[in-house]
């Protein structure tokens, strides 16, 4: 008799509701933050509609979508966390150097790869591992891993249960409900700090992410984002709902088609903790509420492009982390993002930005043929429809400046680019999906159906 496994598509979404539940009670502003996003976007939706929102189809997926944020200090972590979350049917998509912007880890997103998958529940993860080696000071970075060496931040139970999953194929209903309980303590908060107080100013000193990834018993979540359908007006509307927001939106500005990711956050709570020894008090600052807004998908030329136009915005300025330069700041990047395209034809039929095919008025074909059958003809004509196939991942510059926001200014420039997704890879024990294959092969797939069904495969 063949076993009954729960879907990892269901597995996640019990987790994810598990985690959304335990980060409301341990943040209660992020209880806040979520009835102004839904509030934000039963407007939005009343407005304009699904459709010009650019979430035709996704409006179920809106009420359950959130991305997760964790630092994990050790391969091994790493590595576990990998096969933690492919119980889920999460896998590591696309490698992000932080150090680019003053950051020492790198990080990949564990998500759902599939359509079905996203649609089920897109709950995403961004993990980043801790660079030890950008660590400048010798004694410093070894005391560093000696306390990362003693601790365990997985359940004996929450371990059995990932082997089990491996050795079996999944999990039955009642191991899925205690591995969601079991997986759930490795992201809780601790108050009480691993090292004494002296060690942890140490740290703090070389990085406020050092600090953090290094002097606590485990990855604890240290935020849990929404998806917003206007993040302007969100950041718009905090401080009356009692939240204070980060001085400036991470990402592209404010455009008629989204793309990418815009990101905001509010700032990071200050909490009390007890340090190792002596049982010192004091505050540590990390998790924070943050907020995303997703668009189109660009292509490799299309990043490109987005790439240059924001290096010559940093070039020019840089956010202060007080928001003393934030009116100058938007008008910079909206002055340089004018450059790039702004309507989905335009981004389409240059190859800027990635679009899903599908069949629209199939009596329409011969009037596109007459007009040359190309693509191009065949959607002017309305025989297919493109639509904006939605952005799922992240930006390395936009991570970065959200933890720096919430961590200090401390070290902001402190550290050259320096990738490395090799050593990322071999402490993964995986390579990463590349995110950008992944939407190519949408469009590729989407075409040749739509195609297939106008019977012109062969023609278009």
Same mark, same amino acid.
């Given at each position: ?40 976007n039963a407007r939005v939706l009343a407005e304009v509609g699904a459709a010009r929102a650019g979430v035709a189809g996704q409006e179920l997926r809106l009420e359950v979508e959130r991305h997760g944020a964790i630092r994990v200090g050790t391969a091994a972590e790493l590595a576990t966390i990998r096969r933690l979350f492919a119980v889920m049917g999460m ?91 079991e997986a759930l303590e490795t992201f809780r908060w601790h108050g009480k700090a691993t090292v004494d107080a002296g060690l942890y100013q140490q740290l703090r000193q070389a990085h406020p992410l050092i600090a953090d990834i290094v002097c606590f018993q485990g990855p604890h979540i240290n935020h849990l984002t929404p998806r917003t359908l206007d993040i ?83 070039? +020019?300025? &840089? ?6 330069? #934030? %009116?100058?700041? *938007?008008?910079? @990047? !909206?002055?340089?993002?004018? =450059? ?89 024990? +995986?390579? &990463? ?6 939407? #190519? %092969?949408?469009? *590729?797939?989407? @075409? !040749?159906?739509?195609?297939? =069904? ?7």
């Amino acid at each position: 008799m063949t076993a009954s496994f729960v879907p990892p598509s269901a597995i996640r979404s019990l987790f994810s509701r598990a985690m959304s539940d335990m980060y409301r009670s341990e943040v209660p502003q992020y209880g806040t933050l979520m009835e102004l996003v839904a509030d934000v976007n039963a407007r939005v939706l009343a407005e304009v509609g699904a459709a010009r929102a650019g979430v035709a189809g996704q409006e179920l997926r809106l009420e359950v979508e959130r991305h997760g944020a964790i630092r994990v200090g050790t391969a091994a972590e790493l590595a576990t966390i990998r096969r933690l979350f492919a119980v889920m049917g999460m896998a590591p998509v696309g490698y992000y150097d932080l150090s680019i912007a003053g950051v020492p880890v790198h990080s990949t997103a564990f998500r759902p790869m599939d359509n079905a998958g996203l649609a089920a529940n897109p709950f995403r993860v961004f993990t980043s591992l801790l660079r030890l080696d950008l660590i400048a000071d010798p004694a410093l970075r070894d005391a560093a891993k000696a306390v990362l060496r003693r601790r365990s931040i997985f359940t004996p139970r929450c371990l059995a249960l990932i082997d089990q999953f491996e050795s079996q194929g999944g999990l039955s209903e009642s191991q899925a409900s205690a591995f969601v309980t079991e997986a759930l303590e490795t992201f809780r908060w601790h108050g009480k700090a691993t090292v004494d107080a002296g060690l942890y100013q140490q740290l703090r000193q070389a990085h406020p992410l050092i600090a953090d990834i290094v002097c606590f018993q485990g990855p604890h979540i240290n935020h849990l984002t929404p998806r917003t359908l206007d993040i302007d007006a969100v950041q718009a509307e905090m401080p009356a709902r009692g939240i204070k927001p980060k001085a400036v939106i991470e990402g592209p500005p404010t455009r008629r088609c989204p793309i990418l990711l815009r990101q905001t956050s509010f700032l990071a709570l200050s909490e009390p903790v007890t340090f190792a020894g002596e049982g010192e008090a004091g505050t540590h600052t990390a998790r924070f509420g943050e907020i995303e807004q997703r668009g189109v998908a660009l292509t490799p030329q299309g990043r490109q492009r987005y790439d240059e136009i924001l290096a010559r915005v940093r070039e +020019a300025i &840089v956010p202060a982390g007080d928001g003393s330069n #934030a %009116a100058e700041y *938007r008008e910079v @990047l !909206a002055r340089e993002f004018s =450059a790039l395209p702004d309507d989905h034809d335009t981004l389409r039929r240059e190859g800027l930005a990635y679009y899903r095919y599908s069949v629209g008025d199939a009596a329409r074909v011969a009037q596109a043929v007459a007009a040359g059958g190309g693509v191009d003809a065949l959607v002017e004509a309305g025989a297919l429809v493109a639509e904006p196939i939605t952005y799922e991942d992240f930006l390395p510059v936009s991570a970065a400046g959200i933890f720096q926001s919430n961590l200090g200014d401390e070290q902001r420039d402190g550290l050259a680019a320096s990738p490395n997704r090799a050593a990322f890879e071999q402490a993964l024990g +995986a390579p &990463v999906h590349d995110e950008l294959a992944l939407y #190519a %092969a949408q469009q *590729r797939d989407s @075409l !040749a159906q739509a195609l297939k =069904a106008l019977g012109l495969e062969a023609t278009a």
